[in-house]
């Protein structure tokens, strides 16, 4: 059961979405967990009619633009298929502290699991017109710059601010949507 305030009421149009790691801990600075995350969006795009617009990933977060024919239901998958893949990539390199924060984070209503990986919701905004989508966009590929981390937003490789230049992207995303 969420427990969210945001529904997504009109799935078929692209959404702006942040998925945040519970504590804002740093779990995408390992290669792995980002493709853990990548490969899923792949599979969303291959069997759930999964179209990713735009995307940022950073150390403990990552925004999206999407749409889908059941966003929510895809989105609620996501994060629960990465959230148990992430927790088999933290045993499997022996990162007893992150998962220790994970169990320490975890809601004590949420008894099915031993830990919580990702903040409850993802906090969508539909995106209504070509001039929100550009400002969603620019505010992902913006992201890493204003924390400091590039000194261009193409310099950032879990962006598709390469995508959007004409470079090769870690994943195909829709550019053409206006």
């Known amino acids: 059961m969420t427990r969210s ?8 149009y692209p959404h702006f979405m942040t998925c945040t790691i519970v504590g804002w801990l740093p779990v995408f600075t390992r290669p792995e967990a980002v493709q853990i995350i990548l490969d899923s969006w792949t599979h969303l795009k291959l069997h759930h009619n999964f ?3 735009g995307f940022v990933i ?3 977060h990552l925004h999206l633009a999407a749409a889908a ?9 996501f994060k629960s298929f990465t959230a148990r893949q992430i927790v088999d ?4 390199k022996g990162a007893e502290t992150l998962l220790w924060q ?3 984070f975890k809601k004590r209503y949420k008894t099915e699991s031993e830990f919580q990986v990702w903040q409850e ?11 929100m ?8 590929h913006e992201n890493p710059l204003k924390r400091g981390y590039v000194d261009e937003p193409v310099h950032w490789r879990y962006s598709s601010a390469r995508n959007y230049a004409g470079l090769p992207g870690v994943i195909d995303v829709v550019t053409d949507w206006a």
């Open 58 to 60: 950073l150390e403990n």
């Open 133 to 140: 989508m550009r400002q969603k966009l620019t505010y992902m």
């Open 69 to 77: 024919t059941d966003l929510q239901a895809v989105m609620k998958n």
């Open 5 to 12: 305030r945001y529904y997504i009421r009109e799935p078929e």
């Open 89 to 92: 990539l933290l045993r499997e």
């Open 102 to 104: 994970m169990r320490l």
């Open 121 to 131: 919701g993802n906090k969508p905004k539909q995106i209504q017109n070509d001039d």
């Open 51 to 53: 179209k990713l617009f």
